[in-house]
């Protein structure tokens, strides 16, 4: 099992199913593996099983067949209490105690784990600073003195508060408003890849669940598991007209979000063309990097005077341009993606 300084972790599904006892089938067969450091999603419509898979990793649900399986250890033989100290879960309405201060929610693990004064307050002031707050502001207010957003901030740094191996969470960001749930959700991919984490988040919003997962598991009602891939391979390569319905409209908006600029889109450099070559106008042309979105490209290169942009490589030397047709066609080669 993890412990409290393991954050790696590995889950396994192994032929999962749940159904409650009034006959409702949450959850039927599942296989699925979540690997060590991943940020899987689980997306699907209202009732089609997210919230019970979720649930069933911490036991506030058990299944009525199969096992799940963190390490390799099947959780039903786990003490409760120390499994889900072992894991941070996070919920639409964060569920902060009204009546403790902000630092006071975030230290809640670290006291009952018993850990010394110092060692919480330092921890605090880290996790805090980690989602954006201010310690010294923010740490004494009380959760009704929070905007939404601040307050699912403090949610966050809570679960985090003992280096859990296993992040659950359902419906994040759904109680914020849409522009504060973009800047959390790019938050939140930046501190699981720093920390390595391993996180089932569950949303009904594919946007979301494109944006933030290394994969993305879709469900359908009764549980099943229509596809899992990665967000390029799902938008490019729907297995079957449920999940094409369910990505909807403006697949290709949703793929220059999740497809990374590289070298085969970039067109040879012109002569003079590095970086701070000027344009017609004078202006220094702008810049991409090689791996930035192409959603991001697309931005600078709406900006740009010249109709096109210097890309540069991670050491910032300049490899090439990239052109509203090189675009396009880095564009069409991730929508025709043979999804392998
Ligand atoms: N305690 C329960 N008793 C009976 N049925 C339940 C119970 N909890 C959930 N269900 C049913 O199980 C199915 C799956 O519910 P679940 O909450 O896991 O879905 P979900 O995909 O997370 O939905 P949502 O997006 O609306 O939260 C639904 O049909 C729901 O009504």
């Known amino acids: 099992m993890p412990t409290e300084n393991s954050n790696r972790a590995h889950i396994r599904f192994d032929e999962v199913g749940k159904e409650y006892p009034d006959g409702t089938v949450a959850v039927a067969g ?44 099947d959780v039903a033989g786990v003490d409760e209490v120390r499994l889900r100290r072992g894991m941070g879960y996070v919920i639409q309405h964060v569920g902060l105690f009204p009546h403790r201060t902000v630092a006071e929610n975030v230290a809640t693990v670290p006291r009952l784990l018993r850990w ?11 996790l805090l600073s980690l989602v954006h707050l201010d310690p010294e502001l923010h740490g004494p207010r009380y959760p009704h003195e929070l ?3 601040q307050r699912q901030r403090v949610g966050v740094a809570r679960a985090l508060a003992t280096h859990p191996a296993i992040m659950l969470m359902d419906e994040p960001f759904g109680a914020v408003d849409p522009e504060g749930r973009r800047s959390l959700q790019t938050e939140f991919r930046r501190i699981h890849d720093d920390l390595g984490t391993t996180v089932l988040l569950v949303t009904h919003d594919i946007d979301e669940a ?8 879709v469900f359908s009602q009764g549980g099943n598991l229509e596809q899992l891939a990665t967000p390029a391979t799902l938008l490019s390569r729907p297995a079957n007209a449920f999940v094409e319905g369910f990505i909807g409209e403006a697949r290709a908006i949703k793929l220059l979000a999740v497809t ?23 202006n220094e042309r702008p810049t991409v990097r ?29 490899v090439g341009r990239l052109t509203p047709a090189s675009l396009h066609a880095a564009l069409r080669g991730a929508v025709t993606a043979n999804g392998s």
């Not at 990374?260 to 106008?281: C, K, S, T, Y």
């Open 30 to 73: 599942l296989d699925l593996d979540v690997a060590q450091h991943e940020l899987l999603t689980l997306v699907g419509p209202s009732g089609s099983g997210k919230s019970t898979l979720l649930r069933m990793v911490n036991r506030l649900v058990e299944p009525t067949s199969g096992r799940v399986l963190v390490d390799g250890d």
């Open 116 to 126: 010394d004064r110092r060692r919480t307050r330092d921890r605090v002031a880290e």
């Open 147 to 149: 905007s939404g957003g």
């Open 210 to 217: 494109v944006l933030l997962g290394d994969r993305v598991a």
């Open 260 to 282: 990374e600029l590289d070298r085969r889109h970039v067109e040879p450099a012109e002569a003079g063309g590095g970086p701070g070559a000027a344009d017609g106008n004078g």
């Open 290 to 318: 090689l791996g930035s979105s192409l959603e991001a490209c697309f931005s600078v290169l709406a900006g740009a005077s010249a109709g096109e942009v210097t890309v540069l490589d991670d050491g910032g030397a300049a």
